[in-house]
């Protein structure tokens, strides 16, 4: 009878060697590890066959910090959320009183842009939260 593979026996595929591949880049961008250390041990990762392999090759090197993710305005937390849900509403609320005003200008000739009367106050007020850091991640975060 089979025994199930131990979690260190288990095969890797590529995507999981591009993982680590990515956090060596990021370890010596970091400056943890030079520019040849990278390579040798980039190499060393294409070569590898099994998660106990793959292991080795990070094991000396610190936990990776928290990514910053690409685009991030707001922040990962109740505050940040809210504001979010916030702008989302002033962005659906804008749109609707644009395309409101769109209509009438086209049809009886209105142009005077009333519509600011309903987008800029609750934008100003968001604008003055996140500028008091309500909802902004932290530096360490970007």
């Not at 089979?2 to 260190?8: I, L, V, W």
């Not at 849900?85 to 086209?106: K, Q, R």
């Not at 934008?123 to 996140?130: D, E």
Request: with cysteine.
């Amino acid at each position: 009878m089979n025994q199930p593979a131990r979690p260190e026996d288990v095969r890797i595929s590529d995507a999981d060697r591009q993982a680590v591949a990515d956090r060596l880049r990021t370890a010596h961008d970091e400056g943890f590890i030079d520019l040849s250390e990278f390579d040798e041990r980039v190499a060393e990762v294409w070569r590898m066959r099994t998660r106990g392999e793959l292991g080795r090759v990070t094991r000396d090197l610190p936990a990776p910090r928290r990514q910053r993710r690409d685009g991030l305005v707001f922040a990962d937390s109740a505050g940040g959320v809210t504001m979010k849900v916030l702008a989302i509403i002033w962005m659906c609320l804008t749109a609707v009183s644009v395309s409101a005003w769109g209509i009438l200008a086209l049809t009886v000739d209105v142009t005077y842009p009333w519509f600011l009367w309903v987008a800029a106050p609750p934008a100003a007020v968001l604008l003055t939260l996140y500028v008091s850091g309500i909802g902004r991640p932290r530096r360490g975060d970007r």
